[in-house]
C-alpha cells in the first residue's frame, strides 16, 4: 500500500511534465516554422530576383530573336553600367554596411526590375493597345516589380530612398530607350546594314562585358 501510495503521485507528475514538455516543444516547433516561412523564404525570393528579372529578359531575347530584341539586351546591359557608376559616384551607405562592402545608392536590384516592368507595360500598350486586359497585367506587373524591389528594404540591403531612386532612374531610362527605338533606330535599324551591325556588336559587346564583370565579382555577389 505504501509503495502505490508513493507511486501513483510520482506517475502523475511524469504524465504532467510530459504534456508540458510536448506544448512547450509543439509551440517552438510552431514559431520555428512561422519565422523560416516568414524570413528564410523572403531572403530566398530576394536572392533569386535578379535572376529571375534575368531570365525573363533572356527569354524575351530568344523569342523574339530580331533588331528590337538586341536593342532591348543593350539597354539591359546599359541599364546595369549606368547603376554601377552612379553608385561610384554618390558613394551612399547602405543601412548595415556589413552586409555589404559597396554602396547602396541607387539600388540595382530596383533599377534593373523597373527597367523590365516599364519595358514590358509600355510593349503591351504598344502591341495590344490600352484595354482592360493590358490595364490588368500592368498593375500586376508593376505590383510583381514593387514587392520585388520592396525585399531589397525589409532584408537591410539598402533604405526606401535608395530603392526609390533606382526605380525611377530604371524607369525613366526605360521610357527613354523604348521611345528612341520607335523614334528613330527602328528606322535606321530597317534602312541600313550598318546600323543592323552596329546594333548587334553593340548589344554582344555589352552583354558580355557585364557578364565578364558578374564572374569576376562573383556569381554571389549582391550588385
Known amino acids: 500500500m505504501t509503495v502505490e501510495l508513493i507511486r ?3 506517475l502523475k507528475n511524469a504524465t504532467s511534465n510530459d504534456h508540458e514538455g510536448f506544448r512547450i516543444s509543439h509551440r517552438l ?9 516568414s524570413d528564410g523564404l523572403e531572403y530566398t525570393i530576394n536572392k533569386m530576383s535578379k535572376w529571375l528579372v534575368a531570365a525573363l529578359f533572356g527569354a524575351l531575347i530568344i523569342w523574339k530573336h530580331d533588331g528590337e530584341a538586341l536593342w532591348i539586351a543593350m539597354g539591359c546591359a546599359m541599364n546595369c553600367w549606368l547603376a554601377i557608376a552612379l553608385k561610384n559616384i554618390l558613394n551612399h551607405k547602405r543601412p548595415i554596411s556589413t552586409l555589404r562592402s559597396d554602396p547602396g545608392m541607387p539600388s540595382s536590384h530596383s533599377q534593373s526590375i523597373f527597367f523590365g516592368v516599364l519595358f514590358v507595360i509600355l ?18 506587373t508593376l505590383s510583381s516589380g514593387s514587392y520585388l524591389s ?4 525589409s532584408n537591410k540591403f539598402h533604405t526606401i530612398s535608395q530603392v526609390l531612386v533606382g526605380a525611377v532612374v530604371g524607369a525613366i531610362f526605360s521610357a527613354l530607350w523604348f521611345q528612341a527605338w520607335y523614334a528613330f533606330v527602328l528606322q535606321a535599324f530597317t534602312a541600313s546594314f550598318g546600323v543592323r551591325i552596329a546594333v ?14 558578374i564572374f569576376k565579382n562573383g556569381l554571389t555577389e549582391e550588385l
Open 8 to 10: 501513483t503521485p510520482i
Open 150 to 153: 520592396w525585399l531589397r528594404v
Open 29 to 37: 516547433s510552431s514559431e520555428f516554422r512561422a519565422g523560416f516561412l
Open 123 to 140: 510593349s503591351m500598350v504598344k502591341y495590344v493597345g490600352l484595354n482592360g486586359n493590358t490595364v490588368v497585367a500592368g498593375v500586376l
Open 200 to 213: 548587334f556588336l553593340g548589344s554582344a559587346s555589352l552583354c558580355v562585358c557585364f557578364l565578364l564583370y
